[in-house]
C-alpha cells in the first residue's frame, strides 16, 4: 500500500503529464486537424491509472461509463460528418482523467472554449483576407473550413485538471480523506 504523500506525488505527476499531452494534443489538432491515436491511448492510460490510484471504484465506474457513453454518441456524431474521430477519441480519453464531479465544469468550460475558438476560425476566415491581399487571400479561400476541437477538448481538460484542489496543494489540510473523493 502507496502512503499518502505517495499518492498525491503520483496524481500530480499524472495531471502534469496529462497537461503535456493535451498541449501537444491541441497543437497537432491545429497544424493538421489530426490528433494521434498513440497519443490520445497515452492519455487514457494516463486517465486509467489516474482512476486506480484514486481508490474509489464508484467514481471510477462513473468515469468509465461516462468516456463509454461519450465515445458512443462522438461515434455516432463522426459517422454523420457532424465531429472528427479525432476529436471523439480525445473527448472520451479526457473524461477519464477528469474527476466524476468535475466533469460538468469540463464540459461548460469546453463549450465556452469552443465557442471562442469557433468565432476565432469564423474571423479569421472572413475578415483576415481583406487585410493579406489578393494572393494570400486566394490561397486561405482553399484552406478547409473545419474547426479544430480538439483545442478546445485540451483547453477545457488543461482547465478542468489544473483547478482541481490537488494540484494547489489543498490536500495538506484535509488530509488523506481528500484522497478518496
Known sequence: MLSPDTLVTLQK???????ALL??????????????NLLVLAIAVLGIIHLVLSADPISAIYAVGASVLFFVIGLFLFSRGIVGGGD???LAATVLLIRYPDLFKFFVRMSVF????????IATRNYLPLFVGPRLAAQMATIRRAVPYGVAISAAGIVTLL?????????TFLGSSFLRW
Open 13 to 19: 505527476a499524472i495531471s502534469y503529464l496529462a497537461v
Open 23 to 36: 498541449v501537444v494534443a491541441a497543437y497537432s489538432d491545429i497544424r493538421t486537424f489530426r490528433i494521434p
Open 88 to 90: 471523439v477519441k480525445l
Open 114 to 121: 469552443g465557442a471562442l475558438l469557433s468565432i476565432a476560425v
Open 163 to 171: 483547478f482541481q484542489p490537488l494540484l494547489f496543494g489543498y490536500s
